[in-house]
């Protein structure tokens, strides 16, 4: 596809599941960003790949969140233990390169109960 | 003190009307700047950047002023698809689009 396509569009996970979030960039962006999106505030970043590499996971949270982009392009997010807290828009956004303007996905849209 | 804040409004405005979004940032060595558009359940898109010397894009008109760690956005002649929420953005590093840092959104409606 032409854009940054994410999936699930939307997740319920009772409290204490483990969820995958899945992204993927526009075809040929080094570039990938994480952000977390709650109710009524803009995005915060959670992490940053280069390629393969995680450059900066400093906005995690917690030991519960990890990221991966093993080959490059297709990320994952995944958060362990799921918290009422958690529940929020997950954005995936990429840029061909560290320069250069992101282009967001939809957003994956998580609930906890 | 949050790093990047924005009056969250919401700004009502009719048809027609000229709104000014105002924005501050805390980090003085902060490099580049932006306006994204958010559209409600939707994705932020990039809607300009800001450079020091202001610039214009049809309708909106962004301004930078450095020295008082501001940042403004005005749109003329609102238009009804101009309902959206405004974020603003900051980038501190020169050159990347490393870590940008987002306001809340300042949330426009603009009335028939």
């Known amino acids: 596809g032409a854009g940054v396509s994410q999936s699930p569009r939307y997740k319920v996970a009772k409290r204490g599941q483990d969820v995958a979030l899945r992204c993927d960039p526009i075809?040929?962006?080094?570039?990938l960003f994480w952000y977390q999106q709650a109710l009524g505030q803009g995005p915060e970043f959670l992490t940053y790949?280069?390629?393969?590499?995680?450059?900066?996971k400093s906005g995690l949270p917690s030991d519960r969140f990890f990221a991966e982009r093993p080959e490059g392009s297709v990320s994952t997010l995944k958060i362990q233990r799921t918290q009422q807290e958690d529940s929020a828009v997950y954005l995936c956004?990429?840029?061909?390169?560290?320069?250069?303007?992101?282009?967001f996905g939809e957003g994956s849209r998580l609930t906890v109960l | 003190r949050k790093e990047v804040e924005q009056d969250p409004g919401p700004f009502n405005v009719p048809e027609g009307a000229t709104v000014a979004f105002n924005c501050t940032y805390s980090?003085?060595?902060?490099?580049?700047f932006f306006w994204y558009r958010q559209d409600c359940r939707k994705e932020p898109k990039l809607l300009m950047s800001?450079?020091?010397s202001g610039n214009e894009d049809g309708r909106f008109t962004a301004q930078l002023n450095r020295a008082s760690q501001y940042i403004s956005l005005l749109i003329r002649d609102s238009k009804l698809s101009d309902s959206a929420t405004y974020l603003c953005?900051?980038?501190?590093?020169?050159?990347?689009?490393?870590?940008?840092?987002f306001g809340s959104g300042t949330q426009l409606t603009v009335l028939p």
């Open positions: 956004a990429s840029s061909l390169a560290a320069l250069g303007e992101l282009f």
């Open positions: 075809s040929g962006h080094v570039s």
């Open positions: 790949f280069q390629n393969e590499a995680q450059l900066d």
């Open positions: 980090n003085s060595a902060s490099q580049s």
């Open positions: 800001v450079y020091s």
């Open positions: 953005v900051v980038n501190p590093t020169r050159g990347s689009a490393r870590q940008l840092t």
